[in-house]
């Protein structure tokens, strides 16, 4: 609440700038008339001509109202209407000493007290509670209206002003101090941080989200529609309470026939129960170190127990035996992290025919045993491994000279030790490669681009995340390989590449990877709005990208994906627009376009919401996932349907099973 306060002896008029509830304290003070000694000094304030005082107190009871001590005449006057209640007041405490007002209404409306003494010949006069309220522009336009008024007003009783007062403290009671009408402001002219909303900031035009006052979830109200009301009309309804759509205007909902107790409690039972299959790969899978020998099950079961015991780190030099089998030609371990030097000597011992072997976490492999595959593996063609980090170049060279033209594909990632020798190698004895990816090897330079280019028969290419991001693959090189090779290409990896500018994308791939399907360029800072548009605008020769990873192009705006829609709309399977927060929501509404996506990951896009997702899920019915981690504006009544997952959606139960040791 905003009061004045006036120093003792004194003239001056202080301002005190606190907003808030009044205490009991507080008002017990002012009834009694006690003020603080030393008031905070007051901001200069113009002093209101006295001729309109006059004017204003004209009536029956203005002999009685006008100041005569030289302190109340310096005091200045805000309006005519604090005038008319300083007469108000004076008429009532002649009347009654021992009364102190502390409130007054006019017009019918609280207001905000001001005390100040009045002087008289008597002495034992009572300070007196005055009513200010200080109005916008648009409220003083509506003071002329009833200035006739509270002129009459003025010649009402004490009894009058009491029973007025009462009405208002009831009222005040009943509304809180920080009120929200548009026409109330402080008297020092102080607008609260309140007042910047994050209502006032919504664009015109925008939906909102809104609470359903029956099951509490968030929900989406479309612009220009009226959502439901519940049976009090205090509270709006979502969707699913009001039993159909959330617009009230909208025409009542066709009658859906209702499907059979058994099928929903066969779908809830599906839903729930995991298979036989499954439940016994998982028993098997935690009592694995009491397991001899798994006997004849299938590839794919293999396959499964393998991940479940690697994700457990599980996977030891005893339980790899398990895997190893001579008939085995395809052997993929997950995690190595526990398996020594001579448990991957093994593999080659007791799996003679391997044809393709991945390691990942193989971080205990040694040169000795990367020479020993090479000598034992006679039908190696295809190597995959994953943190080999003792592993030199000298015995990556003794295997690509050992296996020769049968290698056909090589990929390698968190190598220390890879060097430009072990690459030119890699290309004059292995010149049948049609598989090359290289991430995060720590030697990676423009230097490596030239021998690379020489590998014509290239079907996937990775180059990801060199050595360094201002020196490690610039655009020039990148250009002259994708010109060389880029005709074969139907996978092109350059995640992590922040060098590399558009030019990569309009005079290399545009050019050349005519039967370009994967096109990977997370994390390319340099790429452009324009760069990617001018790629897939009219670019007629490539009959359309199957997947495509755009996350973290932080530059790319709508005229991007608008492109991309455009282009390959009809092939497009999984999409990869995380953390591009220049997209807006017109941009994603063409998404529905795409009817072929299966996988769409649209997190930290700040402007998907219900709509965009109603849409989208409705028009394409092979969609499988959609990822929204981050999008605040997608609530839990976002429609979906059986068969898809939805991850990281706000407001989603996430259940995690923990295991009882």
């Known amino acids: 609440m905003s009061g004045r306060n006036r120093s003792r002896g ?8 606190v907003r808030g509830p009044t205490s009991a304290l507080t008002s017990f003070l002012n009834e009694r008339g006690i003020r603080r000694a030393n008031p905070a000094p007051a901001p200069p304030q113009d002093p209101a001509p006295q001729a309109q005082t006059q004017a204003s107190s004209s009536g029956p009871s203005s002999s009685t109202a006008t100041p005569s001590s030289p302190a109340s005449a310096s005091r200045p006057v805000r309006s005519a209407r604090v005038r008319a209640a300083a007469a108000v007041a004076a008429a009532s405490s002649s009347s009654s000493r021992s009364e102190s007002v502390e409130h007054m209404s006019v017009d019918g409306e609280d207001e905000t ?22 109005r916008t522009r648009a409220a003083r336009s509506r003071m002329s209206i009833t200035e006739e008024a509270e002129g009459s007003s003025s010649t009402s009783t004490s009894k009058t002003v009491a029973s007025s007062s009462k009405k208002n403290t009831r009222k005040k009671k009943m509304t809180s101090d920080d009120s929200n009408d ?25 939906n909102k989200i809104e609470f359903c006052s029956r099951c509490r979830a968030r929900f989406t109200v479309k612009a220009g529609t009226t959502p439901a009301m519940d049976d009090s009309g205090m509270g709006l309804l979502c969707a ?11 025409a009542a909902p066709k009658p859906v026939k209702k499907a059979s107790r058994r099928k929903i409690q066969k779908a809830e039972i599906e839903c729930q129960i995991p298979s036989l299959q499954d439940i016994c790969i998982q028993k ?59 448990g991957l000597l093994n593999i080659a011992q007791f799996c003679p025919n391997i044809r393709s072997l991945n390691l990942i976490r193989c971080g205990r492999i040694l040169d000795e ?12 063609s295809s190597l995959n491994l994953s943190g080999p980090f003792m592993v030199t170049d000298t015995a990556f060279i003794k295997l690509f000279e050992t296996a020769g033209e049968r290698f056909r594909q090589f990929c390698l990632e968190h190598s220390y030790r890879f060097t430009f020798k072990a690459v030119t190698t890699l290309c004059q004895a292995c010149p049948q490669l049609s598989r090359l990816e290289l991430s995060k090897c720590t030697l990676m330079g423009d230097e490596w681009l030239a021998p690379i280019a020489n590998l014509t028969g290239l079907t996937t290419l990775g180059l990801s995340y060199p050595k360094d991001a201002g020196k490690g693959l610039t655009t020039e090189p990148m250009v002259k390989l994708l010109l060389a090779v880029g005709s074969g290409l139907e996978s092109l990896d350059l995640e992590g590449c922040v060098a590399l500018e558009d030019a990569v994308l309009t005079e290399a791939i545009r050019r050349s990877c005519v039967r370009l399907e994967r096109l990977n360029i997370a994390h390319c800072e340099e790429f452009t709005t324009e ?58 509404v063409n998404l529905s376009r795409c009817e072929n996506l299966v996988k769409l990951d649209a997190s930290w896009v700040r402007a998907t919401d219900d709509e965009v997702l109603e849409r989208f899920v ?36 996430v259940t995690l099973p923990f295991r009882r040791f």
Not at 304 to 318: A, E, G
Not at 630 to 646: F, N, W
């Open 240 to 250: 699913t309470c009001s039993g159909g759509s959330s617009d009230a205007s909208a």
């Open 113 to 134: 007290m001001v005390s100040a003494e009045e002087d008289s010949s008597d002495d034992d006069l009572i300070p007196i509670a005055i009513p200010v309220r200080v």
């Open 369 to 380: 045993t990367i020479s020993y595959y090479a000598e034992h593996l006679k039908d190696l």
């Open 284 to 342: 098997i899978a935690g009592c694995i170190e009491d397991v001899e020998a798994f006997g004849d099950i299938s590839d794919l079961s293999m396959a499964k127990i393998c991940k479940i015991i690697c994700r457990n780190r599980s996977l030891n030099t005893d339980t790899i035996q398990l895997f190893l089998d001579p008939r085995n030609t395809d052997v993929s371990l997950y995690d190595c992290t526990e398996i020594a030097a001579s």
């Open 618 to 653: 409705r028009a394409n019915l092979k969609l499988e996932q959609v990822i929204v981690w981050g999008d605040h504006r997608i609530t839990e009544c976002c429609p979906t349907r059986k068969g898809l997952r939805m991850v990281g959606r706000e407001g989603d139960y």
């Open 531 to 588: 760069g990617v548009a001018a790629l897939f605008t009219s670019w007629n020769v490539n009959r359309g990208l199957s997947v495509l990873d755009l996350r973290k192009c932080i530059m790319l705006g709508d005229d991007a994906l608008n492109a991309v829609i455009g282009h390959s709309h009809e092939t497009l399977e999984e999409l990869n627009i995380n953390s591009l927060e220049e997209l807006t929501k017109d941009a994603l």
């Open 182 to 206: 548009e026409d109330f402001h402080d008297i020092t002219g102080y607008v609260p941080r309140s007042n910047f909303s994050h209502k006032g900031r919504m664009p015109q035009g925008a």
């Open 10 to 17: 004194t003239g001056t008029t202080y301002v005190n700038n």
